[in-house]
């Protein structure tokens, strides 16, 4: 296969919140695709037209796919065309990132490669892991290259994603992209590929780039976020509604901050600027302070919170969402998590009633905890002395504010002004 051959066979490593769309979407714009995944649960779930995990839209796709023979889902790498690594990047250590993931994922393909397939990192990663990724399949396959235009060339890039979730499936498609191979012929072939599903621009570049842009985007985020949140506290502090004051200072036509809450949670804005400090942390002297007031916003929430139910001999507390964001059931490096799982544990004479619309059962550890049970949002605050609001889902702006009626309200999104 030549950089112009079409990739007709695709092969998606780890389907979760953004290999499963990613999937979806080149099956439906034609390709065969064939997704792998560590987990049978899964791959059983998808083969039968089901997705594992909400996501607006997702299904549909997934099944009309299964359903025509153009998705299979299944534990062992194959043969393809192209391949597309989206796998985890956690933690490890001091904030470092964690390419043990994407190790394995290049160990897994390196014996089905013949010479002329793309490898694609789509996982959010640190400068140099898509050349890293590249470096474990060449060591593993010593007769292949990535020089270009050889009969034995491997080709390799890095195209992050940037999407929404609850809209993952809109932004997939319509969102530009940023591709950045190991060089120039790599970035065509990735291009070429996108191209068959994306109708946003598609940005090229190199690797190391491309790797950094994703990181600078969601870096941006968090300063933004670390501001409100700053601002939420100082508010505090002086007896000032942060929400009123953010909404004026918005009425300047340069001004536009965010909105504060219980912290950052998800997979991108809560990680990735770790992956900046990580790679230069004498430098990324901003990055790192605006990681540290999110991080440090559940504390203040929590010291509020127990404040509050320290009036109470056996307090009940209706935590109003766990996942990391409204509207979806991603509870990734939520911090409405965090701090009802350290309430439960700080207070083990409080009972905490999660009220949380997107999931049927508890994680672990909440769901091990006797104090802690999962209920219906009107229970729960029928039930409560405290409602803490730390998810602004739309079941919870449109309730009956007379349920409120002689509850203490701890409200971290500025739902109920």
């Known amino acids: 296969m030549s950089p112009t051959t079409p990739m007709d066979i695709v092969s998606v490593i780890g389907l979760g919140y953004i290999g499963l769309p990613t999937a979806a979407v080149l099956a439906q714009a034609g390709k065969t695709v064939i997704g ?4 049978q649960s899964n791959v059983d779930a998808i083969n039968a037209g089901r997705v594992p995990f909400v996501e607006e839209g997702l299904e549909t796709v997934v099944a009309g796919a299964v359903a025509q023979g153009k998705l299979r889902a299944q534990i062992e790498t194959p043969e393809a065309d192209a391949y597309i690594v989206s796998v985890p990047t956690p933690f490890k250590g001091d904030h470092e990132a964690d390419l043990s993931y994407i190790e394995a994922a290049a160990r897994g393909i390196a014996p089905k490669l013949d ?6 990192l789509e996982s959010t990663s640190p400068p140099g892991a898509t050349e890293q990724m590249a470096a474990v399949i060449l060591a593993e396959r010593p007769d292949l290259t990535d020089e270009p235009g050889r009969h034995n060339s491997v080709y390799f890039s890095h195209a992050p994603e940037r999407v929404l979730p609850g809209r993952i499936m809109i932004e997939m498609i319509d969102n530009d992209r940023i591709i950045g191979g190991t ?12 191209a068959s599903f994306c109708k946003g621009q598609l940005h090229i570049t190199d690797a190391r780039t491309a790797e950094m842009a994703k990181l600078t985007e969601n870096a941006f985020r968090d300063v933004n976020i670390a501001f409100a949140n700053e601002l939420s506290i100082i508010s505090e502090s002086q007896g000032i509604d942060v929400w009123e004051l953010i909404e004026l200072a918005n009425h300047h036509p340069r001004v536009n901050i965010l909105q504060p809450g219980p912290g950052v949670g998800g997979h991108c804005i809560a ?8 790679a230069a942390p004498e430098q990324a002297k901003l990055v790192r302070l605006a990681r540290e007031v999110n991080d440090s916003k559940p504390d203040f929430v929590l010291e509020k919170v127990m404040a509050k139910a320290a009036k109470f001999r056996e307090p009940v507390i209706a935590a109003l969402g766990i996942a990391f964001k ?3 059931d991603d509870l990734r490096e939520s911090p409405s998590k965090a701090i009802v799982e350290r309430l439960s544990s700080e207070m083990e004479h409080a009972t905490v009633l999660v009220a949380e619309p997107n999931v049927d059962e508890l994680p672990v550890p909440l769901s091990q905890r006797p104090n802690v049970a999962l209920a219906e949002v009107e229970d729960a605050i029928a039930r409560a002395d405290i409602v803490l609001v ?3 889902h739309h079941q919870f702006k449109t309730l009956d504010r007379e349920l409120l009626a002689e509850k203490i309200v701890v409200d971290t999104k500025g739902l109920w002004r």
């Open 183 to 194: 060089t120039d012929e790599a970035s065509e072939m990735t291009r070429d590929l996108y």
């Open 36 to 39: 792998v995944d560590v987990k």
């Open 115 to 120: 010479g002329g397939e793309l490898v694609v």
């Open 326 to 328: 409204a509207d979806i």
């Open 271 to 278: 990680v990735d600027p770790w992956f900046i400090v990580s």
């Open 390 to 392: 730390l998810v602004d």
